[in-house]
């Protein structure tokens, strides 16, 4: 999914699922930063403290070899964060026909998936609790929208005989489609943005030579009743029961009818337009503002470390401050890095899945 699915889709189910405003907001930002935290490192403050982090992305248009040719860079973030390996949904300690990397393909709402999510479900009580269920509700997303493919350089995740059914890709989309189905099958690149526009219809053959046929608004339609259903859960995990609010017909209505209308292949775009809709009231929760400034002035790393620049370098220094510590970049951060240790060192060895 893009920013429409993991920021907009996401503060609207949490809403409708009875999260409050706040807490919706902290959820769908941490669900969407995950695309956004590129920068990783240390993090040096004038007063001698220093903060870790990782990053759970990296910058796509700087097309950087390296990042589809390190393994282990793979495994560290493409792996637990954008395609969770499904283990060809059978369940912990079954074995999988065929070769490893059977194991690693993303399917939706696998075991594995079930796993992470009562991982978090056990962080509920932590500062950073909220935030790392953003993160979750990021992975959990991704297996439905990037089911078929898998988070590392390989023939599987070749696409061939692209069709799209009622959408025209350019000349240079299709060139780069063609240049990285040849040389970089790394995730749904070859693919280019089609598992993620939620209004396509589409078809390919993949890198095993079977046929596939994918009806986006189907499965974004199914990833919304499921990622309601783990935010309904969440709620009644921490004793909130009596707050879960009922996903209504009408609200299901409003997100196929924003799904199938905004027709934008830019992913931001769409994002206005979910912005705008939200804005006009179209759900049970009413009209309400809401924005997502990833990095610079107002966003949270911002106003955390005071940082105003895309990029860290690594000279910079920053005035650390009383607020750092309970900060939403801060704890973000901690969530991430929870999210990824449970991910590589329990729960994918279960099903033995060795990526560290």
């Not at 920013?3 to 706040?22: C, M, P, S, W």
């Not at 959990?140 to 493919?149: E, K, L, R, S, V």
Request: charged share 25%.
């Amino acid at each position: 999914m893009q920013i429409d699915g993991h920021h907009t889709v996401t503060y609207a189910l949490a809403r409708i699922a009875g999260f409050n405003k706040e807490e919706a907001n902290t959820i769908a930002y941490s669900a969407q930063y995950v695309d956004d935290a590129t920068n990783s490192g240390i993090i040096t403050f004038t007063n001698g403290a220093t903060f870790s982090r990782i990053s759970s992305a990296h910058e796509m248009s700087a097309y950087d070899i390296k990042y589809y040719t390190d393994a282990h860079e793979n495994n560290l973030v493409w792996v637990p964060f954008h395609f969770l390996p499904g283990n060809n949904e059978q369940v912990a300690g079954s074995n999988v026909d065929g070769s490893f990397i059977n194991k690693l393909v993303c399917k939706p709402y696998s075991h594995v998936a079930v796993d992470m999510l009562n991982a978090c479900i056990k962080d509920k009580d932590k500062s950073y609790g909220l935030h790392r269920l953003g993160i979750t509700m990021h992975v959990f997303a991704d297996t439905f929208a990037h089911q078929g493919f898998a988070g590392k350089l390989h023939d599987i995740n070749k696409v061939d005989e692209l069709v799209c059914h009622n959408y025209e890709f350019g000349f240079w989309d299709k060139a780069t489609a063609a240049t990285l189905n040849a040389t970089f099958p790394m995730g749904h690149g070859a693919a280019l943005s089609c598992p993620d526009m939620p209004f396509l219809e589409w078809s390919y053959t993949n890198g095993l030579g079977t046929r596939v046929d994918r009806d986006n608004l189907d499965i974004f339609n199914r990833a919304c009743v499921d990622m309601y259903g783990q935010l309904a859960a969440y709620l009644q995990n921490t004793g909130r029961v009596e707050e879960i609010k009922i996903f209504t017909n009408e609200d299901k209505a409003q997100f196929n009818k924003n799904f199938m209308e905004f027709k934008e292949e830019d992913g931001e775009k769409r994002h206005k337009l979910w912005i705008k809709s939200i804005a006009n009231g179209d759900f049970s929760f009413g009209a309400e503002d809401l924005e997502y400034i990833a990095k610079g002035e107002g966003s949270w790393k911002h106003k955390a470390i005071g940082q105003d620049k895309a990029k860290d370098e690594k000279d910079d220094k920053f005035e650390f401050t009383d607020t750092f510590m309970t900060s939403d970049w801060r704890n973000f951060h901690v969530a991430l890095k929870a999210h990824r240790f449970d991910i590589i060192n329990d729960i994918l060895p279960k099903y033995g899945i060795s990526v560290s």
